[in-house]
């Protein structure tokens, strides 16, 4: 276990473009979704949510139901199976909604209350919609805004510090000659993948086989097995094809309610969420406030910084929107405060959305820092250039390389950033208003431990065995090229087996960690199976396998701040007479590592972009504060860019080489979305004069910015022009 040495282009496939293995699959309609999978004797589940936000089932009136045309089953609380839901998990302590139908408690809008179990889909949904439940209603509160007295700091988890401290903020703010102190806001939002959340279950040969669509079918199997104090050797959970994930495709109680029911049935149940259900059961991103204070020097150098971010949770489960972390990679300062606050409210638990964390949090941060230009009088790239650090700013560790200063200059040289005037308000097209604006990114690198299995084959081609999941990212193309390099052999050479946790533990396509685990995991089987090939003989009928396992040499990778890096810039137009904000030009540089397949890593980059653009100016989930519920909760209510909302986007990358990973992967997956919003919002300001700190960035937003800022305009003349009189 000491292969470190980059081997990254011996053969070349990795760096260069491949179409999608399974593209041709995928359009023809050949590659079957987890809701699409037959199974004979099938039987479907329909979840029944509750309308009330908070209180207790009074009664599930299943009586009437269980004589509809084709029902064979409506579990709840008072007869479904026990799970365990007191355990640790691959990622963590489960969500408590995931123990469902197990007591009488509603603690949300959309809380699972009962499965109506029929011979086909329509029969199940026609009864799920018929099926009479009465709630004891509690009062319930789900008003999140800033400043609640109510907030709290929560203890650290595996995943997230609640607060860093060092220095003296009050002090070192005292000191400044320039500060800024604001606060920013961004609304609830919703991953809705394009593949709805599916799982059918069945009990084969006496192990659970599960045909799923999730983010990892280890993860998966083994919060399975946990629930259901199964031997983790005896669930079997595949995701063949998977249809978008975003952080929302884990564990949800769909699963575990098709477990249930074919637990009780003794036949194969399919449970299929509809988009409705999603919004209240698969999580989503929660709201934050972020106040932050920066203090500098005239010249732009940090002495403060301050970021406080506060964000919401359920009353069942605690989940942290980690907006504050990104000031903990980005910027020193001789004091330095990150600080994360949680509400409890009568909501359902938010989860990972792509770039959790980063995403909202650097929409303030970004925007703060072009504040801070703004006061100095300086270029924002200057003033990020200033600010750069030596080391982590809290950790004091080395980057693994960093580059961020290359991606700016980069971008500023494509974008055309010299030339810009940096005064706001001035350029104008017609009826547009017209600025720019940039935002640095950047989002963890992150590695798990992961096994894989190489065999030679006697006819010349290689199986490759691997439980990566494939979310529609392009994972087995780039597996294939990882592969094909590290055995030294063309890529029509090899054969794939991914996604099913019978292949052996492997890291989630995740956190950007995803390619990275499993390329290690690979490559590592490849050598060792080369060496074994290196020693001559002919292969056996079953061929020579290798296997491997990256625990202990992630393990032993130095402590160092291993993340990547990246600088967007947009165009925008603003038409101040209707509030309309169209982007019209995003790009974006990063420094992320080897990039192990340029035409699908693109994709990545851009779809990142396009969702940062869209949450700078779109979308915003409503709570209805008097039923606790979501407002238009379907992709009709839910409003998201468009395709005519899409300008030209271009992505591309710097020279980034990672040498203590043996393909030099960073992780690509995330930081795409990071800062785009920002970069968005600042160039509102360029175009117009005016900072937007809520997103998103609506129409009547901006109409409401430029009256006021025509009021003050106004008055600033008037009271200017009363003192020329008294003056005179
Ligand atoms: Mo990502 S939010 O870790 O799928």
């Known amino acids: 276990m000491t292969t470190t040495t980059n081997i990254a282009a011996v053969t070349g496939a990795v760096g260069s473009s491949h179409i999608r293995l399974e593209g041709r699959d995928k359009v023809t309609g050949a590659a079957r979704y987890a809701g699409e999978v037959p199974f004979a004797e099938l039987a479907h589940g329909w979840l029944v949510l509750s309308t009330v936000a908070r209180g207790r089932i009074r009664s599930v009136e299943d009586s009437p139901v269980l004589a509809m045309p084709g029902v064979l089953a409506v579990l709840h609380h008072g007869n479904a199976p026990r799970v365990d839901t007191d355990y640790v998990g691959m990622l963590g302590r489960p969500n ?131 629930l259901f104090s199964l031997d983790p050797a005896s669930v079997r959970v595949r995701a063949e094809h998977v249809g978008g994930g975003f952080g929302s495709k884990g564990l949800s109680p769909h699963q575990v309610a098709a477990v249930m029911a074919t637990t009780v049935l003794h036949r194969p149940v399919r449970v299929v969420l509809t988009r409705r259900q999603m919004f209240s059961l698969v999580g989503y991103r929660s709201p934050t406030a ?56 009568d909501v359902p638990t938010p989860t990972w959305m792509r770039a959790p964390g980063e995403a909202p949090g650097s929409f303030a941060l970004e925007s703060a820092l072009d504040e801070l230009a703004e006061k100095c009088g300086m270029d924002p790239i200057e003033l990020r250039t200033r600010n750069e650090p030596e080391t982590g700013p809290v950790s004091g560790l080395p980057f693994s390389s960093r580059n961020v200063l290359a991606c700016f200059e980069e971008g500023a040289r494509r974008f055309g950033w010299a030339d810009r ?40 081609t290689f199986t490759v065995r691997i439980n990566a999941t494939d979310i529609g990212t392009g994972a087995r193309t ?26 052996g533990p492997a890291m989630i396509a995740g956190g950007s960690t995803g390619t990275r685990s499993w390329a290690w995991a690979v490559t590592l089987a490849a050598a060792e199976l080369r060496e074994r090939l290196a020693l001559g003989g002919s292969i056996p009928p079953e061929g020579i396998t290798a296997r491997s396992n990256t625990a202990e040499a992630i393990e032993a990778l130095a402590q160092q701040e291993r993340h ?76 998201f860019a468009a395709h005519a909302d899409v300008p030209l986007i271009e992505a591309d990358w710097v020279d980034d080489p990672v040498p203590d990973d043996p393909v030099g992967i960073k992780g690509i997956g995330e930081i795409g979305i990071v800062g785009v ?18 997103l998103p960035i609506r129409p009547d937003r901006v109409l409401r910015a430029a009256d006021e800022a025509r009021r003050r305009a106004e008055e600033e003349a008037r009271s200017r022009s009363e003192e020329e009189v008294r003056s005179a």
């Open 478 to 503: 780039a597996i294939a090229s990882i592969a094909s390099d590290a055995l030294e052999v063309d890529r029509d050479r090899i054969r794939l087996h991914i996604a099913d946790s019978d292949l």
């Open 96 to 226: 408590p909604v995931l123990g469902i139908f197990q007591h009488d408690r509603v603690p949300f809008v959309g809380w699972p209350v009962a499965l109506v179990v029929a011979e086909t889909s329509e029969q199940a949904r026609e009864a799920a919609e018929a099926l009479v439940v009465r709630y004891d209603e509690e009062p319930h509160d789900v008003a999140f805004s800033s400043g609640r007295s109510d907030a709290y700091t929560p203890e650290n988890t595996p995943m997230v510090q609640a607060e860093t401290e060092k220095g003296d903020i009050e002090a070192q703010l005292g000191a400044s000659a320039v500060v800024v102190d604001e606060e920013y806001t961004t609304p609830e939002e919703h991953h809705n993948a394009m593949e709805p959340h599916a799982a059918t279950a069945r009990w084969d040969g006496g192990r659970l086989d599960v045909v799923d669509s999730n983010q990892g079918s280890t993860w998966v199997a083994g919060e399975l097995a946990s």
């Open 564 to 639: 990547s890096f990246g600088a967007h810039f947009a165009e925008v137009a603003v038409d101040v007479t209707t509030g309309e904000v169209r982007a019209r030009r995003l790009l974006g540089i990063y420094a992320a590592g080897t990039i192990v397949n340029p035409l699908t890593a693109r994709s990545q980059f851009i779809g990142g972009m396009t969702w940062g653009l869209s949450m700078a100016l779109h979308e915003e989930a409503i709570r209805d504060q008097a039923s606790g519920g979501l407002v238009g909760a379907d992709l009709a209510g839910y409003h």
């Open 421 to 460: 005037d940096p005064r706001p308000g001035l350029r104008r097209e017609g009826r547009w208003l017209l600025g720019t604006g940039t935002a640095a990114a950047t989002y963890p690198s992150g590695v798990g431990p992961s096994t894989a299995a190489v065999t030679a084959e006697p006819d010349g």
């Open 677 to 694: 919003a920002a970069a968005i919002a600042n160039a509102v300001w360029h175009a117009t004069g005016v900072r937007h700190r809520d």
């Open 290 to 345: 972020q106040r932050i204070r920066l203090g500098a020097d005239a010249d732009g150098r940090l002495r403060a910084f301050d970021h406080q971010a506060q964000s919401l949770t359920s009353t069942v489960h605690e989940f942290i929107e980690s907006s504050a972390v990104m000031g903990r990679v980005m910027y020193d300062a001789d004091a330095h405060h990150t600080l994360h606050r949680l509400v409890r409210l």
